[in-house]
C-alpha cells in the first residue's frame, strides 16, 4: 500500500500566487486533514473532512481552501500566497477520526518569496 | 486557552537506558491521547493510542501512561537505541471531536 501520497514535494511560490497541494490515500479512509508545521514547532490543523463532500476548518484555515469530491483525495489550495504560509504541509488519514491512529503523508515543504 | 506542554529541551540519553518524555496539558478534558514519532524531513508516525479509561499501554519497549488526575501522560522508551533518536509528539483529541491537537515534541537522541 501507498498509503498518503503527496505532491509536489517541494515548492517555491511568489507572493500573490496560487497553488494546489495535492493528497490522496488508498487506505479507504473517510477522515482526512491537513497539518501545517512551522520549525520547532508543533502540528496545526488547518482543514479536515469525515467524507466525501464534507468539510470543517481547523485551527488555522484562513488563506486555504479544500474540497473532498472522492473519499482518496483531499486538496488544499493556496489563494494569494504570503510569506506566512511558508511552511511544511503534511496531509493525514484516519480510520476512526481521532480514536485511531493517523497515517502521514511525507509532506510538502513551501517557501513563498 | 487549552495548552499541550511538552518539554522543548532535547532529551541526551545513553544506549540501554530508559528515555521518558512529559507531556502536560491544560484546560482540556482529552478522550483519546496519542504518540507519534517524527524524524527529520518526514511525517509523523503514530505509535500508541491511550484512552481516558486506560492507566497504561505497552508495545515492545514503549510504554505510555495517562493520568487524567494530574492532566499528564508519559511515555516511556526502555532499553533505547541509537536508532529510536528522533522528535516525540503527543496529541491530545476530545471525545465526539474531530480535532487531534499536538504539542511542540521533544527531541530524543540516544548516544551508543
Known amino acids: 500500500n501507498a498509503g498518503v501520497t503527496q505532491t509536489p514535494k517541494f515548492r517555491i511560490l511568489k507572493i500573490g500566487q496560487s497553488m494546489t497541494l495535492q493528497c490522496t490515500q488508498d487506505m479507504n479512509h473517510n477522515y482526512m486533514y491537513w497539518y501545517r508545521q512551522d520549525p520547532g514547532m508543533g502540528l496545526k490543523l488547518i482543514y479536515y473532512?469525515?467524507?466525501?463532500?464534507?468539510?470543517d476548518k481547523g485551527e488555522v484555515p484562513n488563506g486555504y481552501n479544500v474540497s473532498r469530491s472522492t473519499t482518496e483525495d483531499f486538496p488544499l489550495r493556496l489563494e494569494l500566497a504570503a510569506p506566512s504560509q511558508t511552511s511544511v504541509y503534511f496531509c493525514?488519514?484516519?480510520?476512526?477520526?481521532?480514536?485511531?491512529?493517523?497515517?502521514f503523508g511525507s509532506g510538502t515543504r513551501l517557501t513563498v518569496v | 486557552s487549552q495548552k499541550i506542554e511538552q518539554n522543548s529541551e532535547a532529551l541526551n540519553i545513553q544506549e540501554g537506558k530508559t528515555a521518558t518524555l512529559t507531556c502536560n496539558y491544560t484546560n482540556y478534558s482529552p478522550a483519546y491521547l496519542q504518540w507519534y514519532r517524527q524524524d527529520p524531513g518526514r511525517g509523523p508516525v503514530f505509535l500508541l493510542l491511550i484512552r481516558e479509561n486506560e492507566k497504561e499501554k505497552r508495545k515492545e519497549r514503549l510504554k505510555v501512561t495517562f493520568d487524567t488526575t494530574l492532566k499528564q501522560s508519559l511515555f516511556h522508551i526502555t532499553a533505547s537505541q541509537p536508532a529510536d533518536s528522533a522528535t516525540y509528539l503527543c496529541?491530545?483529541?476530545?471525545?465526539?471531536?474531530?480535532?487531534?491537537?499536538f504539542g511542540g515534541g521533544t527531541r530524543v537522541l540516544v548516544k551508543p
Open positions: 473532512s469525515v467524507g466525501a463532500g464534507i468539510t
Open positions: 496529541a491530545l483529541a476530545k471525545a465526539a471531536g474531530n480535532k487531534l491537537t
Open positions: 493525514a488519514s484516519s480510520a476512526h477520526g481521532t480514536g485511531s491512529g493517523y497515517t
